[in-house]
């Protein structure tokens, strides 16, 4: 595992059965009573606890990124899109991608990035990082299946692991954009 790996710790995945049993109390309480109140009152503790785990590891994991780099580049992907239930059973992330808070961390990275006199870069949500050859820039387009996690490139044999792979070509898409804005 790489250290700047994400090891996203799912904060709503791992309270998730707390939360569901809190709320099965809350929906069997009496309208207008006092102990639906304070039920009520549980289950909101149980969801700020969650945003406020994803707040912290976010701004810790923006941190340790900022301190650590000059210059970051990121795929401007549209978190709504992917978790949303595609039709006909195709790949969809759904809740993991919400849980992650992705647009929260980009805004946290950005300001982070900003405070410091550093930049971030975001790529074309178009772009495809993960169909790209980092080695030679055979484009395949076979990857296009997100449940493709691995390929080796017909072009000239590299093996790919698709998020490694799109990373490297994220991370030349960026220093190609950065050195086009500095001339």
């Known amino acids: 595992m790489?250290?700047?790996d994400a090891n996203y710790p799912n904060f709503l995945r791992k309270a998730e059965k707390r939360l569901?049993?809190?709320?099965?109390k809350l929906s069997k309480r009496k309208k207008g009573s006092h102990n639906r109140e304070k039920q009520r009152l549980r289950v909101a503790v149980l969801h700020e606890k969650i945003a406020n785990q994803r707040r912290d590891f976010l701004h810790k994991k923006a941190r340790n990124l900022v301190d650590k780099y000059d210059a970051i580049g990121i795929e401007d992907i549209s978190v709504k899109a992917m978790s949303k239930r595609k039709k006909g059973g195709k790949f969809s992330?759904?809740?993991?991608?919400?849980?992650?808070?992705?647009?929260?961390?980009t805004n946290i990275l950005e300001y982070k990035l900003a405070w410091q006199g550093k930049q971030l870069v975001k790529i074309d949500k178009w772009y495809p990082s993960s169909q790209l050859c980092h080695v030679?820039?055979?484009?395949?387009?076979?990857?296009?299946?997100?449940?493709?996690?691995?390929?080796?490139?017909?072009?000239?044999?590299?093996?790919?692991?698709?998020?490694?792979?799109a990373a490297i070509n994220i991370r030349e898409e960026a220093r190609r954009i950065s050195a086009g804005h500095n001339v």
């Not at 569901?20 to 099965?24: E, L, N, V, Y």
């Open 2 to 4: 790489d250290e700047d």
């Open 20 to 24: 569901a049993q809190a709320q099965r």
């Open 93 to 105: 992330f759904g809740k993991s991608v919400a849980d992650n808070g992705w647009n929260m961390f």
């Open 136 to 165: 030679c820039g055979f484009q395949n387009d076979a990857t296009k299946d997100l449940s493709v996690r691995e390929w080796d490139c017909p072009k000239c044999g590299s093996h790919h692991n698709r998020d490694k792979n």
